[in-house]
């Protein structure tokens, strides 16, 4: 892979903790753009972390972020957010459309209402995820695999370059996994850069490009087929037992040949 | 909400503690021996200044309380706003001392720093120690509320300190405004709608999802902040006429009824300010007329009953149409469950003449003559069936539902053994629910996915949609009540 360009996101030696108990530290990343990553570790690995340290949600102990060669604050309007579907409280009193029409505020500015071209922009948007008819639902009137696509129409409505999304694949049926992956896809072909908390090992083989294997510091970076080897997910996951099964079993389920990605 | 219980002790203890100074328009109205509607009369007709300040200040405060206590029910901040509420007395003993009288704006400065600085506090305790949100504002609250009724006790001994009308901080009395105060509500009011217009969109994500509007690049805590010195500048103007000890409800009962009345955030705000005035007014007029009633707590009643009403009377999710709409639901049940018991016995007569008798079909159902004519008349008065002479006969109405409920019943019966793989003894529990919650367009699947069969898992024949609509056509158009299947919403949702 060259890299030769800006990278979407570039992370150097950065540190994050909790009441001065590392989460993470001395992570160094750089993400070319274009890329589809998937982040996957043990529970309590950090790769929320990571991902809402990225974006400054959390103070940062030390190292530093940057989005497409700048400081997050310098770059408005190019990080999008997937958060985890149980982070907000979905009896609060919007419809599925609001819910999209939120994607659209970073861009308006303070003070400015969404018009006419906004609200097509997210009815789009909550087209491309199968939802549009729902639109005006309130949002707790919705199936769990629902209200996760309603989350990413939403950050579809940002229009960023560069997504953090964490866990869109939790706890979802099985439509919504293959509608949220087609997404994703899209996105990838559009030149957008993606980052991935993933949970499961055997999907995240197949849908990433690119793996961050994360346990408090980067285990490994690289292409899917060099990444996911027995020896480095042991690593990452610290040899428990119960899932060197699931990890041979993933390795079985997908042999050589399809490797391109 | 059991989190809200200790402090609603607390609430009692000090409400039963303080001399009940709670004063009312009434005091301060001209004192004339007049009934009850020359009291009203002179409410309505606005001669009085006292009346029109009073009048003025419950719709102001109304309107700003009801507006940011919309946006502290849907932030579940309701404590934070009890907190801020008994956090700024001190700030108004501070103001008072400060300015050397009861001068409305040194007492609005001090009030809302004492509220900033006890939220303040509250953060400070959750950031730095183990304790949570909920202990942290029971300290604040309390301790500040303390410290504020022993100032406010010390003011009082000072040499005109009892003219100073500073009492009636405590309990509030709408008719101790004056000109000064409302034009302070008006600009607080008016600074409290403008934000609110202007910066709808910030306060609605930030309300929902915080995390997410901080990746957006919205300034979350400045939004944050600019709330709270609102919501402190709202309890300050508050203050003289509802009282330290029930503003809060000033905040959150409006509100709390009108979240229970819409699912958007734009129609709760407006909801809650008119409940806002609704209250205030209703509080400052039957202050005024019944003799001796303090204007606070007459507020905070008459916000109550709305919420009351609003818990018991909603639409949708009110205490009353929900009851109402089960009691139909299990009114439909129960003559879908006779109608499916006499389809029964005419199939167990293979088909034969119709008809079914009193007595058989009490026997069948296993209730007494008197039962079973209670529920005859009931299907009778669906127009289901027909009654003459002790016999029982289906209308061709009654015959189609009672068709469709046994089709329904058989055919998810052998949509859980085939599909689902479950015993066939295992089936009959969970079809006997499903049956009556069966739209058409899910029968219409069922019976695709099961190839059309004829018959469920224990041999019975399953009846003929076919049949059973041309029945339908032979003459009879549905019963207008009694819920068939046309009315019925499929459930729809995603796939499994």
Not at chain 1, 237 to 248: D, F
Not at chain 2, 326 to 355: I, S
Request: some cysteine; glycine content about 12%.
């Amino acid at each position: 892979m060259t890299d030769d360009a800006t990278p979407a996101l570039e992370i150097h030696d950065l540190t994050v903790s909790y009441h001065r108990k590392p989460v993470l530290w001395g992570i160094d990343l750089a993400v070319a753009p274009g890329q589809l990553v998937g982040i996957i570790g043990p529970n309590g690995a950090g790769k929320s972390t990571l991902i809402k340290a990225c974006m400054g949600l959390l103070p940062v102990a030390g190292g530093w972020t940057r989005v497409f060669g700048k400081p997050l604050r310098d770059t408005p309007g190019r990080v999008g957010y997937v958060p985890q579907r149980e982070s907000v409280d979905w009896d609060f009193p919007v419809s599925v459309l609001d819910v999209v029409l939120m994607g659209r505020y970073g861009r308006l500015g303070i003070g400015r209402r969404p018009g006419k071209a906004d609200r097509e922009a997210a009815r789009a948007c909550l087209d491309k995820v199968q939802l549009l008819p729902f639109a005006n639902r309130q949002i707790s009137n919705l199936s769990g695999g629902q209200q996760q696509r309603v989350f990413l129409a939403r950050a579809l409505a940002q229009e960023a370059d560069l997504y953090f999304m964490d866990e869109p694949f939790a706890g979802v049926d099985a439509a919504t996994e293959a509608a949220i992956i087609a997404v994703l896809r899209e996105l990838r072909s559009a030149g957008k850069t993606i980052l991935v908390v993933h949970h499961d090992l055997p999907t995240a083989r197949q849908y990433f490009d690119r793996l961050l294997l994360l346990n408090m510091n980067v285990v490994a970076f690289g292409p899917t087929e060099e990444v996911f080897t027995a020896e480095l997910l042991q690593k990452t996951y610290g040899g428990r037992l119960t899932l060197l099964s699931e990890v041979a079993q993933a390795l079985g389920a997908g042999t050589e040949g399809g490797g391109k990605a | 909400m059991s989190r809200r219980r200790p402090l609603l002790w607390l609430l009692g203890l000090l409400a039963l503690a303080a001399p009940l100074a709670a004063a009312s328009v009434n005091d301060l109205a001209t004192g004339g021996g007049d009934g009850f509607w020359a009291q009203a009369a002179r409410f309505v007709s606005l001669t009085d200044p006292s009346v029109r300040y009073a009048l003025a200040g419950a719709l102001l405060l109304g309107l700003s309380c009801g507006l940011l206590g919309g946006f502290i029910v849907v932030r579940k901040m309701a404590l934070v706003g009890d907190a801020l509420s008994h956090a700024v007395l001190p700030g108004v003993a501070a103001g008072f001392l400060w300015a050397g009288t009861k001068d409305p704006v040194a007492i609005f400065i001090g009030a809302t720093i004492a509220g900033l600085i006890g939220t303040a506090t509250v953060t400070a305790i959750t950031s730095t120690t183990r304790l949570k949100e909920d202990t942290a504002l029971g300290l604040v609250l309390t301790s500040y509320f303390a410290l504020g009724v022993c100032l406010l006790t010390m003011i009082q001994r000072l040499p005109n300190g009892n003219q100073s009308g500073i009492g009636t901080f405590l309990f509030g009395q709408a008719a101790a405004l004056g000109a000064d105060d409302i034009q302070l509500m008006g600009v607080v009011t008016l600074v409290a709608v403008g934000v609110i217009v202007a910066g709808y969109k910030e306060l609605l994500v930030t309300s929902f999802d915080p995390g997410f509007a901080r990746s957006a690049g919205l300034p979350t805590a400045l939004i944050h902040h600019t709330l709270m010195f609102l919501l402190a500048a709202a309890v300050v103007i508050a203050l003289q006429a509802v009282g330290v000890v029930l503003v809060s409800a000033m905040l959150i009962t409006p509100a709390a009824a009108a979240y229970l009345l819409t699912d958007r955030l734009h129609r709760l705000l407006m909801l809650a300010a008119g409940f806002g005035v609704l209250s205030g007014v209703v509080g400052a007029f039957g202050s005024f007329v019944g003799r001796g009633l303090p204007t606070g707590p007459l507020m905070v009643l008459a916000a109550s009953a709305v919420f009351a009403g609003a818990f018991l009377f909603g639409p949708k999710h009110g205490v009353v149409a929900r009851w109402w709409r089960q009691r139909c639901e299990r009114g439909r049940t129960r003559r879908e469950n006779a109608l499916k018991a006499m389809f029964h016995m005419w199939e167990a007569d293979n088909f034969g003449p119709e008809g079914v008798a009193l007595a058989d079909f009490a026997q069948r159902r296993r209730c007494t003559l008197e039962e079973i004519g209670r529920v005859v008349r009931e299907l009778a008065r669906h127009d289901f069936v027909t009654v003459d002479r002790e016999m029982v006969y289906f209308t061709p109405a009654g015959r189609l539902r009672a068709g469709e409920i046994v089709r329904n019943h058989r055919l998810w019966e052998l949509y859980l053994t085939e599909s689902a793989n479950i015993a066939p003894d295992h089936v009959h529990d969970d079809a006997e629910r499903i049956e009556h919650v069966l739209g058409e367009a899910t029968v219409r699947a069922l019976e695709r996915r099961l190839n059309y069969a004829k018959t469920d898992p224990h041999g019975k024949i399953i009846p003929s949609p076919r049949e059973l609509h041309r029945a339908e056509a032979d003459g009879l158009e549905r019963p207008a009540s009694g819920g068939g299947g046309p009315g019925r919403a499929d459930k729809e949702g995603d796939a499994s």
